[in-house]
């Protein structure tokens, strides 16, 4: 361990986190060791995600947000799935037996877990011609045991916003005489959203959950995830009683949690709210342009990127010879190699990146 050294950012290409912003570092450091878990012994971190919610909150629409912390946008999305089965099992006069969850097939494997832990089915459906989910699919799905409709407003492949107001729509008439929830998944997206026309957060639909995380675009520390809702009885549904702490309850599905997510995400969004975002999602939507040029310019196949995501189609020996010259890329589930243009992945960067491209496909 004592030679160990972090992976350094300078080609890694795939991730969806980033370098944290130097003000969240810092906060990171100083809020170490305070646990939110318990909040009545840890008071002032607690304030502190008090903040971070109001701020998620504001960024979203939501101006009496309702939310906390998570560790990522996995747990956000495990709970947004508990809190919609746990509602509808109390409050439908006529609970599901079986509570199923509808998702565009390009939702993020997070929704398997959820589905595998809580005992809720999971339908897939397809998405239409430019990867979002397909309402006619959505609408086919839904059923009288339908707790909950996604939406992904930032797809972790192509970086898609699925049409957030219709599956509001389709959810909340899903039933006879009970209401599914909608959820939109904005891990990635949802620091990027603000600066663009989509329809996607608690304004401009009646969204009743949200994941939105700071520590991916947000340029906060790991960890540091967004849950949002928009009712109070939706973070009460996800409580139990807590015995032995200091705190009567808990709605997070962690128990101790470190602050230096919390604390870092506060100061990353005191710091880049919201001018230093958008002058990121500037430069990284120009980045992403940009090389989404360059590589069609060379003859590939490139699916055009809506978000700073970039995702095209190379043959199998120009992607292992870029992973074996230390590229740290990935492909999407249908084989294409996939760029996310976060802050650490600068002009310079993706310059010698193509320059790799074109010296290993004249090899
Ligand atoms: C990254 C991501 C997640 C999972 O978040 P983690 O922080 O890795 O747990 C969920 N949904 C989407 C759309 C994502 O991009």
Same mark, same amino acid.
């Given at each position: ?45 607690? =304030? %502190? ?41 109390? =409050?439908?006069?006529? &609970? ?5 969850? !509808?998702? &565009? ?14 005992? %809720? ?5 397809? !998405?239409?011609?430019?990867? +979002? ?11 009288? =045991? ?5 939406? !992904? ?16 729509? #389709? ?42 995380? &700071? ?24 409580? %139990? ?32 709210? &919201?001018?230093?975002?958008? =002058? ?17 310019? +060379? ?10 995501? %970039?995702?095209?189609? #190379? ?35 993706? +310059? ?12």
């Amino acid at each position: 361990m004592q030679r160990a050294v972090p992976q350094d950012f300078s080609r890694v290409l795939s991730s969806m986190c980033t370098e944290p912003h130097p003000a969240a570092r810092e906060a990171a450091v100083r809020f170490l060791a305070t646990n939110p878990g318990d909040p009545a012994t840890y008071q002032s971190v607690a =304030e %502190v995600e008090r903040e971070v919610v109001a701020a998620l909150g504001e960024m979203t629409g939501l101006p009496d947000a309702h939310g906390y912390v998570a560790s990522g946008g996995t747990e956000a999305n495990v709970q947004a799935v508990r809190a919609a089965r746990n509602r509808a099992r109390d =409050e439908w006069s006529t &609970p599901p037996e079986t509570p199923n969850v !509808v998702a &565009p097939e390009s939702v993020h494997f997070s929704f398997r877990k959820a589905a595998d832990v809580l005992g %809720v089915e999971l339908r897939t459906v397809p !998405v239409d011609d430019d990867y +979002r989910a397909d309402l006619d699919a959505v609408r086919a799905s839904v059923d009288s =045991e339908t707790v909950l409709v996604v939406g !992904v407003a930032g797809s972790t492949e192509y970086g898609r916003v699925d049409p957030i107001p219709e599956l509001a729509t #389709i959810a909340h008439d899903a039933g006879v005489d009970n209401r599914a929830f909608l959820h939109v998944d904005a891990a990635w997206g949802g620091f990027a959203l603000p600066f663009t026309d989509h329809a996607w957060n608690f304004a401009h639909a009646d969204v009743d959950t949200m994941t939105i995380d &700071p520590h991916k675009m947000g340029q906060a520390v790991v960890p540091a995830g967004g849950f949002l809702a928009r009712d109070r009885a939706t973070l009460d549904a996800l409580a %139990v009683d807590t015995p032995y702490l200091e705190s009567t309850s808990q709605a997070t599905l962690t128990g101790t949690r470190s602050g230096a997510g919390v604390a870092s995400a506060a100061a990353a969004m005191e710091a880049l709210w &919201p001018d230093g975002y958008r =002058e990121q999602f500037e430069v990284s939507t120009a980045s992403a342009e940009w090389l989404a040029n360059a590589l069609a310019d +060379r003859g590939f196949a490139v699916v055009d990127p809506e978000l700073p995501l %970039v995702a095209a189609s #190379i043959p199998d020996p120009l992607f292992d010879a870029l992973r074996d010259a230390g590229w740290r890329i990935s492909r999407t589930s249908a084989g294409e190699l996939r760029v996310v243009c976060m802050p650490h992945v600068t002009r310079e960067t993706l +310059r010698r990146f193509v320059a790799d491209v074109d010296s290993f496909s004249s090899a």
